[in-house]
Protein backbone atom coordinates (compact mmCIF):
# COMPACT_ATOMS: atom_id res chain seq x y z
CA UNK A 1 0.00 0.00 0.00
CA UNK A 2 1.24 3.58 -1.08
CA UNK A 3 1.39 6.35 1.97
CA UNK A 4 -1.46 8.30 1.31
CA UNK A 5 0.08 10.99 3.82
CA UNK A 6 1.29 14.23 1.40
CA UNK A 7 3.29 17.00 2.84
CA UNK A 8 2.06 20.28 2.24
CA UNK A 9 4.32 23.18 1.97
CA UNK A 10 4.00 26.37 2.63
CA UNK A 11 4.37 29.30 -0.29
CA UNK A 12 5.30 32.87 0.89
CA UNK A 13 3.68 35.58 -1.17
CA UNK A 14 6.25 37.69 -2.40
CA UNK A 15 5.21 41.83 -0.67
CA UNK A 16 5.78 44.40 -3.24
CA UNK A 17 7.44 46.69 -0.49
CA UNK A 18 7.11 50.87 -1.75
CA UNK A 19 10.16 52.22 -0.84
CA UNK A 20 10.44 56.02 -1.33
CA UNK A 21 13.34 56.90 0.07
CA UNK A 22 16.90 55.34 0.38
CA UNK A 23 20.69 54.86 0.12
CA UNK A 24 22.91 53.75 -2.27
CA UNK A 25 26.38 52.91 -1.01
CA UNK A 26 29.23 52.79 -3.90
CA UNK A 27 32.48 50.99 -2.80
CA UNK A 28 34.91 51.97 -5.77
CA UNK A 29 38.93 50.47 -5.33
CA UNK A 30 41.65 49.97 -7.73
CA UNK A 31 39.92 46.61 -8.79
CA UNK A 32 36.48 47.06 -8.40
CA UNK A 33 33.40 48.60 -7.98
CA UNK A 34 30.16 47.67 -5.83
CA UNK A 35 27.35 49.29 -5.87
CA UNK A 36 24.17 49.15 -3.15
CA UNK A 37 20.74 50.24 -2.94
CA UNK A 38 19.60 50.12 0.54
CA UNK A 39 16.24 51.11 2.63
CA UNK A 40 16.72 53.57 5.30
CA UNK A 41 17.75 51.13 7.56
CA UNK A 42 20.44 49.77 5.95
CA UNK A 43 18.24 46.43 4.21
CA UNK A 44 19.50 45.48 1.16
CA UNK A 45 17.57 46.09 -2.08
CA UNK A 46 19.47 45.31 -4.73
CA UNK A 47 23.51 45.07 -5.19
CA UNK A 48 25.46 45.09 -8.35
CA UNK A 49 29.90 45.00 -9.10
CA UNK A 50 31.78 45.04 -12.07
CA UNK A 51 32.42 41.58 -11.72
CA UNK A 52 28.49 40.62 -12.01
CA UNK A 53 29.20 42.29 -15.59
CA UNK A 54 31.41 40.32 -16.98
CA UNK A 55 33.82 42.35 -17.18
CA UNK A 56 37.28 41.12 -15.94
CA UNK A 57 40.54 42.55 -15.00
CA UNK A 58 41.53 46.14 -15.10
CA UNK A 59 38.06 47.16 -17.26
CA UNK A 60 36.46 46.52 -13.85
CA UNK A 61 37.82 49.89 -12.31
CA UNK A 62 36.45 52.13 -15.12
CA UNK A 63 33.94 54.90 -14.86
CA UNK A 64 32.09 53.02 -17.65
CA UNK A 65 31.82 49.44 -15.28
CA UNK A 66 30.69 52.03 -12.28
CA UNK A 67 27.69 53.91 -14.97
CA UNK A 68 26.78 50.12 -15.64
CA UNK A 69 26.96 48.61 -12.17
CA UNK A 70 24.51 51.59 -10.88
CA UNK A 71 21.73 51.40 -14.27
CA UNK A 72 21.67 47.55 -13.49
CA UNK A 73 21.33 47.77 -10.12
CA UNK A 74 18.81 50.74 -9.86
CA UNK A 75 16.60 48.47 -12.04
CA UNK A 76 14.82 46.84 -9.18
CA UNK A 77 15.08 49.74 -7.00
CA UNK A 78 12.96 51.68 -9.45
CA UNK A 79 10.34 49.01 -9.76
CA UNK A 80 10.10 49.41 -5.60
CA UNK A 81 9.23 53.18 -6.04
CA UNK A 82 12.74 54.64 -5.09
CA UNK A 83 12.90 58.11 -5.83
CA UNK A 84 14.61 59.92 -3.18
CA UNK A 85 18.31 58.51 -2.28
CA UNK A 86 21.02 59.65 -0.18
CA UNK A 87 24.27 58.25 -1.57
CA UNK A 88 27.40 57.23 0.51
CA UNK A 89 30.86 56.88 -1.83
CA UNK A 90 33.67 54.99 -0.34
CA UNK A 91 37.38 54.25 -1.94
CA UNK A 92 39.99 56.19 -4.10
CA UNK A 93 38.50 54.36 -7.38
CA UNK A 94 38.01 55.99 -10.44
CA UNK A 95 34.22 55.14 -10.46
CA UNK A 96 32.80 57.96 -8.19
CA UNK A 97 31.95 60.66 -9.88
CA UNK A 98 30.22 58.74 -13.03
CA UNK A 99 28.22 56.56 -10.51
CA UNK A 100 27.07 59.69 -9.34
CA UNK A 101 26.11 60.88 -12.51
CA UNK A 102 24.20 58.18 -13.65
CA UNK A 103 21.68 58.27 -10.33
CA UNK A 104 21.13 61.65 -11.71
CA UNK A 105 20.05 60.57 -15.32
CA UNK A 106 18.22 58.05 -13.93
CA UNK A 107 15.98 59.93 -12.60
CA UNK A 108 16.58 59.77 -8.73
CA UNK A 109 16.29 62.48 -6.51
CA UNK A 110 20.22 63.32 -4.36
CA UNK A 111 19.39 64.74 -1.56
CA UNK A 112 22.96 63.85 -0.05
CA UNK A 113 26.40 63.02 -0.90
CA UNK A 114 28.56 62.12 1.46
CA UNK A 115 32.46 60.72 1.56
CA UNK A 116 33.03 57.98 4.26
CA UNK A 117 36.33 56.50 3.56
CA UNK A 118 38.62 55.03 6.10
CA UNK A 119 40.89 57.97 7.01
CA UNK A 120 44.36 56.80 8.44
CA UNK A 121 45.40 58.61 11.95
CA UNK A 122 48.83 57.63 12.06
CA UNK A 123 47.99 53.88 12.62
CA UNK A 124 49.41 51.70 15.50
CA UNK A 125 52.27 52.13 17.87
CA UNK A 126 55.38 50.67 15.97
CA UNK A 127 57.56 48.18 17.24
CA UNK A 128 60.39 49.28 19.24
CA UNK A 129 63.72 49.91 17.93
CA UNK A 130 66.08 46.99 17.46
CA UNK A 131 68.83 46.45 19.07
CA UNK A 132 71.90 44.37 18.13
Not at 7 to 29: A, F, L, P, Y
Not at 52 to 73: D, H, I, Y
Not at 103 to 112: D, P, R
Amino acid sequence: MANTKTKKTKVRKRVNQKIEKGQVHITTSFNNTIVSFTDMQGGVVSQCSSGRLGLKGSKKSTPFAAQTCVERAAETALNMGMKDVEVYVKGPGQGRESAIRALGTLGFNVTLIKDVSPIAHNGCRPPKRRRV
